[in-house]
C-alpha cells in the first residue's frame, strides 16, 4: 500500500481492542530489508488471528491463495480489494471514534436488545466518513434479527449528548447489508450517517461537539447472549459512500498500519465482568465534561517480545483532581477525586506473561504522544525513562473472580476506599496521564506494555485464525466521598416501558440547594441490572427534572426527580433495579426513596391506559440496625427518629471517567491471505508471484517450517507499493507483484534451490506494514519441468501446441495464461512434464515421465488440468516429418547422417528408464515414460522408411476356447497398407554386426473384424510356453519392421492348491460340498465344478490373480464318486484336478455300563460276532467276540475307583466304535 497520507492501501486482518493479534505480509526494497526485519513490531488491534494448511499430498500451490471468498465465520476483516486506507490527519473532522459495548435490556415483547455506542468528537461535518460498517463474529450475527435492528437517528450538537439521550432514541435507522466485494467480509452491515440517514457525522452546530449514538442489535426471539460461552467480539470501521476509503488513526509519519488504527472494535464481556470494582457512571459528579472520547489500539512486537495496548483518549486540559470541588466538597477540600487508570483482562492473560531479568518486571505504564512515540523515551529509544513510566511485577498484576487487572494511581488515592493499586506515583502527568488539552490532534495516550513468552503466545493460536484476550480500560477518580445508592426491593412483576413514559423519584430529603456545581437532575442514574449486562438511565436534563416546588419550598426542593424514558424497556420482575445518587453538601439525609413507574398498557378491550407502580428503594445499612416494612430503622430494638447519613453504606468504588471506558478487544493476526505464487519451473531465474498486501514480506523456505525444525528461509523479497488489477485463481482481484529479482547483490536468492523437479519449495508472508504475524502454515510450490522437443529439421503442424510463455495481454496472475501457437511449423515445441504424486525430498519418490508411474495430472493449485493446461503436459503425440525420411522416435543427443546409418544406431540404443540416463553422457531413447528431474532438451530422430510397427498380445477367445495372439499397432495413425504380410518369430540371436536374428514360426495368420490374429491353441501349436514373440510386418515396397515390444507367451494353466481344497460330506454321504482357492498372475477367469462353468467363480473384467471357488453341493447318494476342479485364466490355460468321494460306513452298535470300585466284570451289548478289545488306563486286558446279547465279562483284576476303561468294538462293514467310561 502507499504510505502517502490519502491515498495508502492496504489490506490486513483482524482488530479488536480486547487482545487480538495480527498477522499478514509484505514487500520492500532489499536495501531496508535487515532493518524492517528487526524492527517488526507486529500489530494487535487487540484481537489474536492465525492462518491454516497443508496437505501431506504434493501439488504445487497445495493451498492456493483465496483473496475473494471469506468465511463467514472468520473474524479477520480483510481490506476490499477495491479498498484504500487512508491516514487521516490531525486536521480531519473526526477525533478518536470507537464504538463501545453499553449493555443489554429486554423490550416489552420479550427481545433481548445488545446496545452499543458509536463515540466520536469532532469540529466540522465530516463529508468522507459517511458509512460506519460494523462486523459481528458470527455467532453473534446469526443470532441478531437485522430487520428490527439499527441506530438511533440525531443530529450532533455542542451540548455533550450520551446513548440514552433522549432525541437520539426516536427513531432508528436500519442496517444494509453488505457483500464481501463491498466490504471485504461476510457478516458486514453498514450504517447510514448521512443527513437520509442516522445524521451522526452532519452537524449544524459551530464548535467542538461531542456525540455517543445508540446503537441497538435486536436479537432473535428466545436469544440471548447469556448463552455465549466466548465473549463476541464487534469490529468496525468509518469508510466512504463507495466503500473505497477507510479511515485510519494511524499518523502520516508512521510507516506501519496497524490493523486497530482502521478497526475499531468492543465485545461483550460475557464471561467475566471486566468492570467489577468500578462504578460505571459517567455522570456523578461530571460537570466539568473534560474528556470527549477515547479509542484502542495494540501493537506487538515479536522481536522484543511485548504488547503494546494504547489507550487513547480527547480532552481538554486535566486538571490536578478528578473533580475540582463545588458542590461536592467539604470547604477545606476533603474528598477530592484523584486520577487513577486501570486495565483489566481475563485472568489467563496473565499465564503468557514473561518476567523480564532480576527485575521480574511483566508489564510497565508510560505516555505516548499523539504521534504514538513514547513521550519521556530513555537512551535506547524502546522504552520510557525510568522515572516517566511505572513498572509492575508479577505479583503488581491482581487477580479478582477470575479477572487479572493493573491499576496505577496518584500517590494520594485514599487508602481507606481503594481498589489494590499495581504502582503509584507523585507525576501521574508524565507517567499515565498527560494533563494538556489535546482537542484537535490524535490523542494522547496511557500505554501498558505486556512482556510475553512469544511461545506460549504462538501456542495460543492452534489451528485458529486468532486468539482473543479481550481488555477493560479506562481513566477512575477515586470516591472518597462516596455515591448513595438505593435498591429495589423484591417485585412480583415485570414492568413494561414505552418511550415517554415517567419514573418518579422522590428521595426522603433535598439533593442540593443552588450552590457551584449544581447541574440539577445530573447527579444520579438509574441502573437496570447489577453485572456486565446491565443498562443505565441517566438523570440528565434532556430527560429529567425536579418537581415539586421552588426553593423557598425547601422541604419539597430537589427531593422529587421525574425521568422520562428514552426507549422501550421490560423490567423483568428478576432484575435489580438501583438508583444512584452523588452526595452534596447541602444535602437532607435521605434513607430512601419512593419510586413510581408511570406507563402506558391495555386494557382488556385493548384501550390504552395510564397505569403506575410505586416501590420503596432503601439505602443498605451498615451493621447492628434493621428497618421494618415501613422503612423505620432501629437500632437494639429502639427507633431512629432522625437517622444520620452515617447509618448508610455507600458505594466506594473508583468512579469511572465520562467517556473513558472502553471494552476494546486487541487482535493479534497471522497474515491470513497467502502470497499466490506463479509456477515455478527448474530453470526459472527468479520467484514471482503476488501479494494481497502492501509491501509485504514473502519468504521462502526449503522445508515446513512448522514441521522441520532445521527448515532454511532461503531469502526475503518484499512486494511492489503499486495495487494494481490482478487476477488470483479465478477471481478478479487488486493487489501487489513481487519478484526476487528485485532482489540487491547481497540478497540474491540462489535458484539452485528449486534446480531440481517436484522440489517443494514454502512459501510465508508477512505484513510488516501492519505488524502482523508471520503466516503460520505455508503455500507450497512443487518445481516442475519443462522439456524441449527439438524438431531436428523436421516439422510439425502449426496446430501442435507449445509452451511459449505467458500472454502479457491477460491479467497478471491469470492461471495457465499461455501462449501455445508456434510461428512456424519447424519451430521447437516445448511441453511441461507433469509434476509427481510425491515431492522429490518424499520417501519412496521416483521421477516421472509425461506417462507411467507417479505423474499425476494436476495443475498447481492441485486441481484436475484441463484445456491447454492440461495438452502441453502430454507427450507429443504427432511424428515429426523430413523429407525422405521416417519419424524414428527422440532421443537425448542429436543423430545425424544417412538414414539408414541414423536408423542402425537408433535400434541399438537402449530406452531411457531412469533420470540417470536422461540426464547422462549416453545418448539414449527418450519415451512418455523416460523420467524427468530437470529442464530437457530432446531431438527428433529421422531413418529410411520401414513397414508400420506391430506389437503382439495374447488374448483367449472363451466362447470357442481359442487362444491367440493379436498383431496390436504400435501407434494407431501408423497402420499398414493393403497387401502387407504378418507373421509371428522369435528372436533368435545376433548377426556379425550386431542385427538381431528372427526365426519364423508357422502359424498362419487369420483377419476376424478387421483384426490380425494367429491361433497358438494346444500343445501341437510351435509357440510354447515363456516364448518371446515378436510380429513381423512387412509392407510392399519397405523393409520388414519388428515389434518394438514383444510379449512373453503364457501356456501355464492356474495353481490350485491341494492342500486348500475344501470336501466336506454329510453324515450319510448322500451330498458334498466341495471348495477351492486358485492363483495365476495372468488372472482368473473362472473356477467350477465338473462342467457347471455357471456356478463357483466367474472372473470380472479386472484382472484378479487369486480366487476362491465358495462351497458347491454335489449329490453323492451314499456311492462312490468322480468330480473334478477346473480352473481357467484369462488367457485361457487350464488346470483340472480330479477326486474321489468315498461311500460313509456305520458305526458298530456298542453299550457299555457303569463301573464301580471293586467290580472285577464289565457289563456290554455289541452286534453278534463283533470283536470287543477292553483296555484298563491304556493297557490291553481282554479280548472277546460279542454274542449280540449283554455280555458279562469277566477281568482278571478287581476295578479301582478312577481308573479308565476304554472298549472298543470291530465289525466288517461297518465303523470302529470306542467307549471310554471311568470307574467311580
Known sequence: MS???????????????KCIFIKKGGNMKISNLKTRLVSLALAMCMIFSTATFIPAISHAEVEPANWVDDVKTARYW?????????????????????????????????REVVRLSFSVYAGVTSGVWEKLIIKPDAELANMVDWSLSGMGKGRPAQATTFHDTYRLNEEFVGFEKLSDAQSGSGNTYAMDMTEKGTQAVKTVAIGPWGQESPIDLVLKEGQSVRTLKNNPLI?????????????????????????????????????????????????????????????????????????????????????????????????????????????????????????????????????????????????TGKTAKADSRLDISQDGIKVKNGIGYI????????????????????????????????????????????????????????????????????????????????????????????????????????????????????????????????????????????????????????????????????????TPVTVYSRKTKLQKVSPGMTVTFNYSAKDDSGNTVKKDKTYRFERPLVD?????????????????????????????????????????????????????????????????????????????YDADKQKVETAKRLGTIEASDKKIPMNVNGDDVQGYEWTSGTNDADHKIDPKNWAKKDMPIYFTNQDVLANSLESEVPVVEQVQAKVNFDLNGGTLPLEVKSYQGIDEKQLPGTEFAYVVKRSQE??????????????????????????????????????????????????????????????????????????????????????????DQVNGDTNVKFTAKSPITKATTVY??????????????????????????????????????????YKLVKKTGEDAEGNPVYEELNVPVTTDGGKKIFDITGDDSPVKHGDEIYIKTEEKGKPASYSKTPVVVDKKGPEIKTEENSVVQDAYGYQAKIAANAEDAAGILRIYVDDDKDKGYIGSDKKVTKAKLEAQLVKQRNKEKNYKITAVDKLGNKTIIEKVLQTKQEDVDLQVDDSYDGDDFLEILSEKGATIEIKVNGKVVKTVTATGNYDEIILNNEL????????????????????????R
Not at 504510505?3 to 481492542?17: A, D
Not at 476490499?80 to 449493555?103: F, M, R, T
Not at 472363451?958 to 501408423?974: S, T
Open 826 to 915: 519447424t519451430e521447437n515445441v516445448t511441453r511441461i512434464a507433469p509434476m509427481n504424486e510425491k515431492f522429490a525430498n518424499q520417501e519412496g519418490y521416483t521421477p516421472n515421465g509425461f506417462e507411467g508411474n507417479g505423474a499425476t495430472y494436476k495443475d498447481h493449485n492441485g486441481k484436475d488440468l484441463a484445456g491447454d493446461a492440461l495438452e502441453l503436459r502430454k507427450f507429443i503425440k504427432e511424428e515429426p516429418t523430413k523429407a525422405e525420411t521416417q519419424f524414428l522416435g527422440w532421443t537425448t543427443k542429436k543423430l545425424e547422417g544417412k538414414p539408414e546409418d541414423v536408423k542402425k544406431a537408433f535400434d541399438k540404443l537402449e530406452e531411457a528408464t531412469t533420470a
Open 407 to 574: 491499576q496505577v494511581a496518584d500517590n494520594k488515592w485514599p487508602t481507606n476506599y481503594k481498589l489494590d493499586t499495581s504502582a503509584t506515583t507523585t507525576n501521574p502527568n508524565k507517567t499515565f496521564l498527560p494533563s494538556g488539552a489535546e482537542l484537535t490532534g490524535y490523542g494522547y495516550s496511557t500505554v501498558v506494555r505486556y512482556f510475553v513468552d512469544k511461545d506460549k503466545l504462538k501456542e495460543k493460536f492452534g489451528d485458529s485464525d486468532i486468539v482473543a484476550y479481550e481488555f477493560f480500560s479506562t481513566l477512575l477518580a477515586s470516591n472518597e466521598t462516596g455515591v448513595e445508592e438505593f435498591k429495589a426491593p423484591e417485585r412480583d412483576e415485570d414492568i413494561d416501558l414505552k418511550r415517554g413514559d415517567k419514573i418518579t423519584l422522590r428521595f426522603d430529603g433535598r439533593r442540593d440547594l443552588v450552590t457551584l456545581g449544581t447541574f440539577d437532575t445530573q447527579g444520579s442514574y438509574i441502573q437496570i441490572g447489577d453485572d456486565q449486562f446491565a443498562i443505565d438511565i441517566r438523570t440528565t436534563a434532556d430527560k429529567a427534572t425536579y418537581t415539586g416546588g421552588g426553593i423557598i419550598s425547601r422541604d419539597n426542593y430537589m427531593r422529587e426527580m421525574e425521568v422520562t424514558v428514552p426507549f422501550d424497556i421490560k423490567i423483568k420482575k428478576d
Open 624 to 700: 447492628g440496625y434493621t428497618r421494618n416494612e415501613k422503612g423505620e430503622i432501629f437500632k437494639d430494638g429502639t427507633k431512629i427518629n432522625e437517622p444520620q447519613d452515617n447509618l448508610f453504606i455507600d458505594n466506594h468504588n473508583a468512579l469511572v471517567r465520562p467517556k473513558q471506558a472502553t471494552h476494546a478487544g486487541g487482535i493479534l493476526t497471522r497474515t491470513a491471505d497467502a502470497p499466490d505464487i506463479d509456477e515455478l519451473f527448474t530453470d526459472s531465474k527468479n520467484l514471482t508471484g503476488r501479494s494481497k498486501y502492501d509491501r509485504v514480506y514473502v519468504y521462502p
Open 78 to 110: 480483510p481490506i476490499p480489494h477495491q479498498g484504500k486506507l487512508v491516514k487521516v490527519s490531525s486536521a480531519d473532522p473526526l477525533k478518536n471514534p470507537s464504538v463501545e459495548y453499553v449493555g443489554t435490556y429486554t423490550r416489552p415483547d420479550g
Open 3 to 17: 504510505l502517502n497520507q490519502e491515498t495508502s492501501t492496504c489490506n490486513k486482518k483482524y482488530r479488536l481492542y
Open 940 to 981: 527428433a530422430a529421422y531413418g529410411s522408411k520401414e513397414s508400420a510397427v506391430y506389437n503382439p498380445e495374447q488374448k483367449y477367445d472363451e466362447k470357442n476356447d481359442k487362444q491367440y495372439i493379436e498383431a496390436i499397432p504400435a501407434d494407431e495413425n501408423k497402420k499398414a497398407g493393403e497387401g502387407a504380410t
Open 1200 to 1223: 479301582k475307583s478312577g481308573q479308565k476303561i476304554e472298549v472298543t468294538a470291530k465289525l466288517n462293514g461297518k465303523s470302529t466304535k470306542t467307549i471310554t467310561i471311568t470307574v
Open 235 to 379: 469490529q468496525a470501521r468509518l469508510m466512504d459512500q463507495k466503500y473505497e476509503r477507510i479511515y485510519s488513526t494511524t499518523t502520516a509519519e508512521a510507516k506501519e498500519v496497524p490493523y486497530s488504527s482502521y478497526t475499531l472494535s468492543t465485545f461483550i464481556p460475557g464471561r467475566v465482568n471486566l468492570g467489577e470494582g468500578t462504578l460505571m457512571t459517567d455522570v456523578v459528579r461530571n460537570y466539568e465534561n473534560i474528556f470527549k472520547s477515547a479509542s484502542a489500539t495494540m501493537r506487538y512486537n515479536e522481536e522484543e517480545g511485548y504488547i503494546d495496548v494504547y489507550s487513547k483518549r480527547t480532552h481538554g486540559t486535566i486538571g490536578a483532581f478528578a473533580d475540582g470541588g463545588g458542590s461536592f466538597l467539604a470547604i477545606d477540600g476533603s474528598g477530592r477525586g484523584y486520577y487513577g487508570f486501570r486495565q483489566s483482562f481475563d485472568a489467563s492473560f496473565k499465564e503468557i506473561l514473561k518476567p523480564q531479568g532480576e527485575s521480574k518486571v511483566v508489564a510497565q505504564v508510560f505516555v505516548a504522544n499523539p504521534d504514538d512515540t513514547i513521550t519521556y523515551p530513555d537512551a
